[in-house]
Nanobody, 122 residues
């Protein structure tokens, strides 16, 4: 059974940075996409960023454009997300998702982590 193991997150101050990682257990193909979503009260689940493990191609949602970087270690089946210049509005639960395609649509992703809390304080 595929499992997504999320780590990182926690609390950070406005203007600071935070890192998240997601390891895909028993989903080891390079032909996969791993994405981070967050649950927006207005937009529903919105994509923060995604990365294609085959060639490292990245894509970003508008909400964190210019303040986030996604990367991957294909051999370790792990994707990393770093967010900087944090804002209080970044406080949310962040979900790792994995699937066979990259998309901004949550429905495309077959596997999901349980979510990890990020809290930004002033």
């Amino acid at each position: 059974q595929v499992e997504l193991v999320e780590s990182g997150g926690g609390s950070a101050q406005v203007g600071g940075s935070i890192g998240l990682s997601c390891t895909t257990s028993r989903f080891t193909t390079y032909r996969k996409c791993v994405a981070w979503f967050r649950q927006s009260s207005e937009k529903g689940r919105e994509r923060v960023a995604s990365v294609w493990f085959g060639d490292g191609s990245e894509a970003y949602g508008d909400s964190l454009l210019g303040r986030a970087k996604i990367s991957r270690d294909a051999d370790k089946n792990t994707a990393f997300l770093r967010i900087w210049r944090l804002e209080e509005a970044d406080t949310d639960i962040y979900y790792c998702a994995a699937g066979y395609w990259c998309s901004s649509e949550a429905e495309v992703y077959e596997y999901w982590g349980q979510g990890i809390q990020v809290t930004v304080t002033s």
